[in-house]
């Protein structure tokens, strides 16, 4: 069996299995209360479950067992058990569990390593961390981000343990850069969670196209964690888009982006010329890391705030030139999967056509960015009170 059919039946498969758990956490976040209110930021206007980053987690987990089975098998049994505490609202058996798995997972790592996949699994622990983080935060209390913060951190320095860093700088800048990379991701796609089907939509194309680079550049496991991933994305899908009967909270979105961010690192990005191979990750981001540039400019501009919730990220953006939610979402997609082929396509070309492709790419999203900054922001309205037991989950 070649590895073509392997990763579309993994992908799949996994997409399945996702599809039928995000059924069974909307129900759990139904009966447990623990949904997601309207906010001014965002575009949906009823009491929505949350929950949608376990149903990803666990199938993704399902996935690495082939690969990482007794180190999976840790980190799955800890994700369930985890969600389980949180249901209950049992805040200490939470971060009793949460810690416990973290130092026997951690453990697992150092003395039982696996030949050719070691560094693999810290990708694995590092994003466990800022899962358990996200389902705290969604599930029994909200964070600031000055608790959010330093958990990214860790998170992001548990990944770069084994000295898995970006390799175009020295020391210690490589692992400063490093840990700036994963923890822009994490917040960029927690940013990009404002409007249905957005932030899954893009993670789905991002990861699908890193599967496609990896594979046709040899790596096998890469290729492998990026269809598995992909499919865990994809069942949940469904669920958010165009409607939305669930939501990832911020367990999917910061999830999301530290996996994306993590296998970025990960990759061996071979071109015809390694000038350009640091376009490569880039260039499947790039739509994440857009949103972000644009509202950290045009803050700093307005002299307003970074790092709050508001209505003028590029979504918001694109429904106040006119489209609807549905088609700006669809937009965006338009936009990453662009984006995501012309990664592929400089991997697969000459030193010349790569460099033209990455100018064209960069000079549309500048435009782009441009006549975004010029789009007027409605002033924030207020959301209409809604009891945080409605059962109404159509957006």
Known sequence: MNHNLIFLT??????????????????????????????????????????GGVAINLSFLTGSLFYFPLHGSVLLLASILGLIAVLKQK?????????????????????FPLNGSHNWLYLLGGSQIVFFTGLFDDAIKEMGAGIKMPLQLAAALYFVLPGQVVTFFPFPLNYIVTVFWIVSLINAFNL?????????????????????????????????????????????????????????????SMYLGFTLGAIAIFG??????????????????????????????????????????????????????GLSPFDAVLFIYLIA??????????????????????????????LLGIRLTFVKVKAKTPVPSINKGDPSITD
């Open 192 to 252: 990009i969670d404002g409007m249905n089907g957005l932030a899954a939509g893009v993670a789905f194309l991002s990861s699908v196209f890193f599967g496609l680079i990896s594979h046709y550049t040899g790596q096998v496991t890469l290729s492998y964690i990026c269809f598995i991933f992909a499919g865990a994305i994809l069942g949940y899908i469904p669920d958010n888009f165009p409607k939305a009967r669930l939501f990832m909270g911020d367990t999917g």
């Open 10 to 51: 993994l992908t799949v498969t996994l997409g399945i299995l996702s599809f039928f758990l995000t059924r069974v956490v909307t129900k759990l976040a139904l009966k447990y209360d623990i949904v997601d209110h309207p906010r001014t930021e965002r575009f949906h206007t009823v009491s929505t479950p949350l929950l």
């Open 337 to 366: 999967f662009y984006n995501g082929f012309s990664a592929y396509f400089i991997t697969m070309v000459s030193y010349r056509s790569g460099v033209k492709m990455l100018v064209f790419t960069i000079a549309i999203m500048a």
């Open 91 to 111: 805040r200490n058996a939470f971060l009793l569990i949460a810690s416990l798995s973290m130092a026997v997972y951690t453990a697992l790592v150092i003395f």
């Open 268 to 321: 061996t990005w071979k071109t015809n010329a390694p000038a350009i191979s640091l376009a490569v990750p880039l260039m499947v981001l790039m739509y994440p890391l857009f949103d972000v540039g644009l509202v950290m400019f045009n803050r700093i501009i307005e002299r307003r705030p970074i790092w709050v919730g508001g209505n003028d990220h590029s979504h918001h953006r694109f429904v106040n030139m």
